[in-house]
């Protein structure tokens, strides 16, 4: 009997999501392995990395920084990925590289967007806590939020891939961690495991006074990752000269029409005004540059050293990546979600 | 006949303003001159200068950087004033000095306050050009607005006593400026006068659109001094990495209740994280320390080689502070308003 034709499944954007994406959106489907041209290589899909900027490109508009996914192509999607084969002068057969492969098993590339990750021993870190997620909390927060020793900072989602390093770099540089999370569990593992100084239940209905008490000098850093509801708790609290990095707003990426509201404009203007505070977006993409590796060269210390926690969740299976996605708009996930689509 | 004791005009808060103020909320009331005792002077006011951040301190909440006016208690504002008599080792009867002394035509101090300004040709030039709002226009601009050779800043009320001189230095650092004024005269002025590069009639129904046609390549820089519907049109125009200093919201100083609208927050956030934008509050009372020596240095400069043009909207007499006040916040004024209270 002959080896049976590999094929390579991908999940390909069905339909624009209205609202929350569904299953009926994202469809997995088969096509044949592409075969690399010259000056190409093939890759494997190891790991895929899920991250909430994907919902942005599944609308028709895209973002300022990436174009929208068309219908009936694989969803984007950064991952590690093993050379199969290449006819590429820099990359041979075997190599473990960083790449944008996207939601499918195999995937072609011209070399241009990989980076050679050697001999990692944890290779999917390379899409979290020593990748673009951790990239993330460390340039918004160091260079944005700028935290100063007794300073309080601020982050939700705080046991994300982003949130859960942003907290941890602020206390390496001593400022008082207040966190966000959802539910029981996460807030105690903030708190016991990733030593922030506490951590509130985003469901919790006293949601603002909770935070008031636990932010008794007010807030000078607030990581903006969510948006909604915590954000308006923290506007009230924002002490003078406090930075405020806008690094995403999910509670929002799934709104059909925003609610009628008395107009908060105003109100927020004259807060920023009247307390000196700096609002400040930032698309990562824009840094790597100037600051990957310095950020690589720290968090990797951080990192062996243990004084960074980082935790993975991690699904197995390519075909679970849609519910995994759909959890994770949903704050189901606990830790950075990666798909693990092949064995390492 | 003896000469008749001079009395002590001045303007109270009577009432609180609901929205506009009235002149039923201030009050000209008449009360003895007082003696200083010692350590203190008197002062006699020849110029008062009127600004819009005055409205805030009528509020019962105040700022965050003033208390709010007591009722009864003359309302507060920047003079140029003549010391009457001194015992203060500092000053002396008949020094010029730039004060705090309110809507009154006189006030005693301790010396603390005030700044002496020797022998000025045009003395109420502390109260604008080389004054409070002109080093506002400047520190916003430069320290956070940054406009770059080629870039677009776009600041209404552009005739203003602020938006006159952002525009002026913004053209001094090569940016192409559009202002926006209230009227064609002032529009006209803006232009012919001042060097802008264009500048539109804030009552024009296409605001939006005669903004986008004089910014073809987008906005860089906002100075924001106004909110509501200017902010509204220059916020789709803001291109990548722009900057907004917020100066003020005018528009919004009088406002009662928000009506409803779609909630407008989400969005601004997203356009704030995917253009990059930074969008700082500033007041400037926490710039003279490091910066007012540089200002009043260059300021001079730009004003004496008639690169930077200064209009002076001046009102005769005390008694009609009140109406040019409300004047200001509608936009009657053209140029910086100030009150001329005594002969100098």
């Given at each position: ?260 509201v008395p107009n908060p ?56 990546a849609p519910a995994a ?20």
């Amino acid at each position: 009997m002959s080896q049976p034709q590999p094929v390579n499944r991908r999940i390909v954007l069905a339909a624009r999501p209205n609202g929350m994406p569904t299953t009926q959106d994202l469809r997995l489907e088969e096509a044949a392995v592409p075969t690399p041209g010259p000056g190409q290589l093939l890759l494997r899909t190891l790991y895929l990395s899920l991250d909430p900027y994907m919902r942005n490109l599944m609308d028709e508009a895209g973002t300022s920084y990436a174009p929208p996914i068309a219908l009936g192509a694989p969803v984007v999607g950064g991952t590690v990925s093993r050379v199969v084969s290449s006819e590429h002068a820099q990359f041979k057969a075997g190599d473990l590289v960083l790449s944008n492969a996207g939601w499918q098993d195999y995937a072609l590339s011209d070399g241009t967007d990989l980076t050679a990750l050697g001999d990692m021993a944890q290779p999917s870190l390379a899409l979290g806590g020593l990748g673009m997620p951790a990239f993330t909390a460390y340039v918004g927060l160091l260079d944005i939020g700028q935290p100063k020793p007794g300073e309080t900072v601020v982050v939700a989602a705080a046991t994300g891939a982003v949130g859960a390093v942003v907290g941890q770099i602020a206390k390496l540089k001593g400022a008082r961690v207040v966190g966000i999370a959802g539910g029981a569990d996460k807030c105690r593992y903030a708190v016991e495991e990733l030593g922030f100084d506490a951590c509130i239940d985003r469901h919790d209905p006293q949601l603002a006074q909770r935070l008031a008490q636990a932010c008794p000098d007010g807030i000078d850093v607030y990581f903006e990752n969510v948006g909604g509801a915590v954000f308006e708790a923290v506007l009230p609290l924002l002490n003078h000269y406090a930075r405020v990095p806008v690094c995403g707003v999910i509670a929002h990426y799934n709104d059909e029409a925003q609610p009628p509201v008395p107009n908060p404009l105003p109100g927020l203007m004259t807060t920023l005004l009247q307390k000196r505070i700096r609002l400040q977006g930032f698309i990562i993409l824009d840094h790597y540059a100037e600051r990957f590796e310095a950020f690589r060269r720290e968090m990797g210390e951080w990192v062996a050293a243990g004084r960074v926690k980082l935790r993975e969740d991690r699904v197995d299976g390519l075909e679970n990546a849609p519910a995994a996605f759909i959890g994770l708009l949903q704050g189901h996930n606990f830790g950075k979600l990666v798909v693990r689509v092949a064995e390492a």
